[in-house]
């Protein structure tokens, strides 16, 4: 049985998560990542993509968020999304509009910089569609 | 004098004129209620980014790599402000104090010689400034269509001031806005975001800052990233402020409406009755004077 830690997830516009969990995988820019109880503190910014987290009680569940930054400490793990849902309350409309952004910004991009980084942040919402559009 | 018709009409009048003022009072109320729990919910957001900001800036040491959104440009030229105000009025003085304030900041910095542009958001604002700093708004945001307040809002504003900055507009970013102290208490506060300067390192110190962070990726890149949200999450916060502090200076306003005019229905209704009474009075007279007269 391992151990429990805290967990917060935070949006903007309030705090949806904040329970002990045993285990939370979180999309981190560089690769996903589990974080367990006393982990080495890391911060780290995110990609858009999908929060699973395993409560205390060994319940499963999943967010969906669009970018942000996670602070791990031993004692907890604190989750700053520039914007979350619940995986069931995904609105699929609001995802093909996200989707449709991006490749707007990447065809408008005007140099190879701006342009790599939209390209990336879309091919990141494509998948994050991919994996959650069979659920 | 006026005839009693008139009263009667005057009286009518201002009654619907009651029930007007208190309804939006009632409404107000309701929405008093909705911003400040939309301002607490975003609380612990803000809370916790500037502890992270604290903590990250520490990491750096303020370091050359630095970004220029923190550290700012160096000079003190160009001055931008970002003057948040309602989009209606009837909510008492909440937009003038806003925008008096605003004004008496512009007026000082063109005494000394600054340049000043102005970013209005809200109709309000817009309105007054308009009439003696017409020339230096640069932009207005309107926001009249927009239900509730969600970040993408402030976010949209952030950006838009983020792109100035990076083509060289301007050197300081001030935002303007009411911090909600209570109902009948909105606080007209001027809020430097650009440069951000050092957040204070009180923060850090108590939850053992002294942690060895890892960072991925490095951290001036997390920076980099971390503070125009930084900045988007300052706007954000403001236009909730305003939002619970514009319900609030409605509320009090709408009371005060509603009391005048049920102080107005009183002297009037006396008014009412003396002059009818005075006129049946008068046609008594005549018609005893009338039966003496015969």
Not at chain 2, 179 to 200: E, L, N
């Amino acid at each position: 049985m391992p151990e429990a830690f805290k967990f917060e997830l935070v949006s903007p516009e309030r705090l949806l998560v904040s329970e002990q969990v045993e285990s939370v995988v979180i999309p981190g820019a560089e690769g996903e990542m589990t974080v367990m109880a006393h982990h080495a503190p890391v911060m780290t910014t995110i990609k858009p993509g999908v929060v699973t987290l395993k409560t205390a009680q060994g319940k499963e569940e999943r967010y969906v968020v669009f970018g942000g930054f996670a602070d791990i400490v031993p004692a907890g793990c604190t989750l700053l999304a520039e914007s979350a849902v619940a995986v069931g309350d995904i609105d699929r409309a609001d995802l093909a509009r996200r989707i449709q952004e991006a490749k707007e910004d990447a065809a408008d991009a005007k140099d190879d910089q701006t342009r790599s980084k939209a390209e990336q942040f879309l091919s990141q919402l494509t998948t994050l569609e991919g994996a959650i559009l069979p659920a | 004098m006026p005839s009693l018709k008139d009263l009667r009409n005057r009286i009518a009048s201002v009654k619907a004129t009651q029930k007007i003022t208190k309804a939006m009072q009632m409404v107000a109320a309701a929405k008093l209620r909705r911003a400040q729990e939309a301002a607490e919910a975003a609380r612990p957001y803000s809370e916790r980014m500037g502890a992270v900001l604290a903590n990250i800036t520490q990491a750096i040491g303020g370091g050359g790599d630095a970004p220029a959104l923190m550290t700012g440009t160096g000079k003190d030229d160009v001055h931008l402000l970002v003057v948040c105000t309602a989009e209606r009025g009837l909510c008492g003085g909440f937009n003038s104090q806003i925008a008096r304030f605003a004004r008496d900041h512009i007026r000082k910095l063109l005494a000394d010689g600054k340049q000043v542009k102005i970013i209005c958001v809200g109709k309000k604002g817009f309105d007054i400034l308009r009439r003696d700093y017409g020339a230096l708004i640069i932009e207005r945001v309107d926001l009249r269509e927009v239900k509730t307040l969600g970040f993408v809002n402030a976010d949209a504003i952030a950006k838009k001031v983020i792109h100035l900055f990076n083509e060289g507009g301007f050197d300081i970013c001030t935002l303007f806005y009411s911090q909600f102290k209570s109902v009948i208490s909105q606080i007209p506060t001027a809020q430097q975001i650009i440069p951000a300067g050092a957040p204070s390192a009180a923060a850090e110190v108590k939850d053992g800052g002294s942690a060895v962070y890892e960072y991925e990726p490095e951290p001036g890149e997390i920076l980099s990233d971390l503070i125009p949200r930084n900045i988007s999450v300052q706007v954000f916060r403001a236009l909730l402020e305003n939002a619970a502090g514009e319900m609030g200076a409605k509320m009090s306003a709408m009371d005060n409406a509603t009391r005048n005019a049920g102080d107005m229905i009183n002297k009037l209704s006396i008014t009412y009755n003396r002059q009818r009474q005075a006129q049946i009075t008068k046609e008594l007279i005549e018609i005893i004077s009338g039966a003496e007269a015969l």
